[in-house]
């Protein structure tokens, strides 16, 4: 049992614990245990982008209503037993969150923004009702994971700079009962994969997007769509199989009959367009909805655009010298008519998708029910510039107070 | 690789296949292989009605895109082990089914309408991207596995007739890969626990029920709440354990602005009321919006119903004569408001939940957020002949067209 002052933060006080039970233990990093494999998985030629090639090691936490948190271990990667009648097999009682391990230019491994994941982890854990942590003592084990296998996995030499890994941590409730109930046993855990290439190359051309029909509703008003939960996603995935085997990329998530625009398969959506007044305008879905996910790729864009295009300047890209017009950045509800209405006007310049996993990613054409909307690639420097400075931040070419060193 | 021609069944062909590749292995209960248990689990002192308790086996079948489904096989009871990347524990997609097996008052072993449950299985699996099976062919292996755990886990002896086991087939994507997309990896399995009472007794003065608030959705329009997919589950845990804390038993799920009636917890939800023309009429919400679960208890009550009150006649409750009114039947859309008024108009008589888990469990309170509702118990002798008839009717006092015995 311990109390530590840190746990009485804003974050943690502001909402009610879904799991109060006093007093029992806090996460607690400092008593983190390592065991090291003694059989490293060998290492693949080269990073495959792959999200099954796992490393070494996973960071597991157990958690009881009774007891709290246990101590955390970080040991060799293994398979989880898991009991037949576990209540996330059954019931979905779980969460996670997504980042990545950067191995810069500069030889220094860092994460981006990552107290940003951990608190949003909690957020997602207080909508799953499962139990409550400090974001910043998940932040230590996170680190302590990166230390771990961040340097066998992304070494520092020429075969890795410019690669990272993704990051994964997970929280369920692993009670043997079948009843429905608030989970009293959990676990959480996290782990590391391989991760397809930052910035995407792969759809360097430009992702094609389906809109979803009115009867294929990803979110609601009073869902779950601003949490990272599971439950989110199993259910988007015939209208995704769909998508796919007609050719699509990825499905664009519309909401209610006025068709609003949300989210690009799990991404958030920006367009770029002339408003009809003229002005330049980037625009993407507002969170008051609670429909979509509040990412952090997505605030980090609108946060950079905010910051470096309230007035026309130059800049350097690819060693070239642009010339980027002012441009406003608004967050609001917006429809497929509007982006429909732009591109026959000619007034729509870019689509593309942001997250952790795809990093910036044009889109290229978006089909609705009747209609195909074409798109144009690098119509502005503005959405490579933003690209180019998410890459450089996170590669480290660029300074920002949004990376951290996980010193090894 | 085999084609049984049975597969090619009216179920199966009217929905284009979510996982289309041929040809591949069907589920093929001739196939089965059965591994009993050399250590069978001490049985409890009695029916605990836990369903922590499992029995001594559970029936698992592997799938993939690449080979159809796996070679069926009953083992002793086991843990899972699933990779930590796991489809399922990331973006639930899984889907699951809930049965009973009865010890009737004759000591034959029945299933009731175990054809339905097979069949919503599928369509749940459907919903969650999850490959198509034959339901006979799942129903067979189910009765397998009743013969093998239910002669010992319900004996047949006084200590068990009139008791049941829980059967709970359920299907997850298992591949290792977290990235998000249609399983191509998949589990199904089944397996047996203890189970609450049939008919429910702990609750035979009635649930209280607290409705969702506005910010609370259970399903929507477009989304997934008539399957049984787990993704309908964790999000609800919430206002569910909210609502416990306040002292309820369950929430009542409300839709919309109208502020439509839909399910109670997991269950299935009934009122009778008097007409405002004086008739007397038992509802309960349509299936069309696609908003509840399609029950099976649901329909079987509404079919009982139907059949039985469609005019005034006596029947016989525990040896007592009764006189039950004419009584309608109606499926449709109603609200909270109109229960409300039911009530104050003094014409609300009876409310109920119904399902696989609670039967025909009376509600002796609704409360909303200004007024409490308070519904007699036993106003109308309707809900309680329908209870025991579907008690009559599963322990084998009533022939019925809707079980079968489970030859040992």
Chains 1, 2 share one sequence.
Not at 31 to 57: A, C, F, M, Y
Not at 262 to 288: P, Q, Y
Not at 305 to 323: C, I, L, Q
């Amino acid at each position: 049992m311990e109390s530590k002052p840190e746990f009485e933060s804003k974050a943690l006080s502001t909402t009610k614990p879904t799991n109060a039970m006093a007093p029992t233990s806090q996460l607690d990093p400092s008593k983190l245990t390592i065991t090291l494999t003694d059989t490293p998985i060998p290492l693949p030629p080269e990073q495959s982008g792959s999200t099954k090639i796992h490393t070494d090691h996973i960071l597991l936490i157990n958690w009881t209503s009774a007891h709290g948190w246990s101590t955390p271990k970080i040991q060799p990667y293994t398979n989880l037993s898991l009991p037949p009648t576990a209540s996330t097999l059954h019931y979905a009682t779980s969460c996670f969150e997504g980042l990545k391990l950067y191995r810069g230019y500069d030889g220094a491994l860092r994460l981006f923004r990552p107290l940003e994941n951990c608190r949003r982890l909690l957020d997602s854990a207080r909508r799953a009702a499962l139990p409550e942590f400090d974001p910043e003592a998940l932040l230590q084990l996170v680190r302590a994971l990166c230390r771990v296998d961040g340097p066998r996995w992304l070494p520092d030499d020429d075969t890795a700079r410019g690669e990272c890994l993704y990051i994964r941590p997970t929280i369920m409730g692993i009670d043997a009962d079948l009843g429905c109930h608030v989970p009293s046993e959990v676990l959480l855990y996290v782990l590391m994969t391989h991760a397809p290439k930052f910035p995407a190359t792969q759809m360097a051309n430009g992702m094609k997007l389906l809109v979803s029909s009115e009867l294929q509703v990803r979110s609601w008003l009073g869902g779950s769509g601003a949490a990272k939960v599971s439950a989110n996603y199993g259910p988007t995935l015939v209208a995704f199989g769909e998508a796919q085997r007609k050719g699509y990329d990825q499905v664009l998530w519309l909401f209610g009959p006025e068709r609003k625009v949300t989210e690009a398969g799990g991404a958030n959506f920006f367009v770029i367009w002339r408003r009809k007044d003229g002005g330049l305008e980037m625009v993407t879905a507002g969170l008051e909805s609670g429909l979509i996910l509040p990412g952090v790729t997505r605030r980090s864009i609108v946060e950079l655009a905010r910051r470096r295009f309230g007035e026309t300047r130059e800049w350097s890209v690819d060693g070239k010298a642009v010339v980027a017009e002012k441009m406003d950045v608004v967050e609001r509800d917006f429809t497929i008519h509007e982006i429909g209405e732009a591109a026959e006007e000619e007034r729509l310049l870019e689509a593309f998708a942001v997250g952790t996993a795809v990093a910036v990613t044009p889109v290229s054409r978006i089909d609705v029910e009747d209609r195909s909307i074409s798109v144009q690639l690098d119509a502005t420097p503005h959405r490579k510039l933003l690209s180019a400075w998410m890459s450089d931040i996170v590669y480290g070419r660029m300074e920002s107070e949004w990376t951290e060193v996980v010193e090894v």
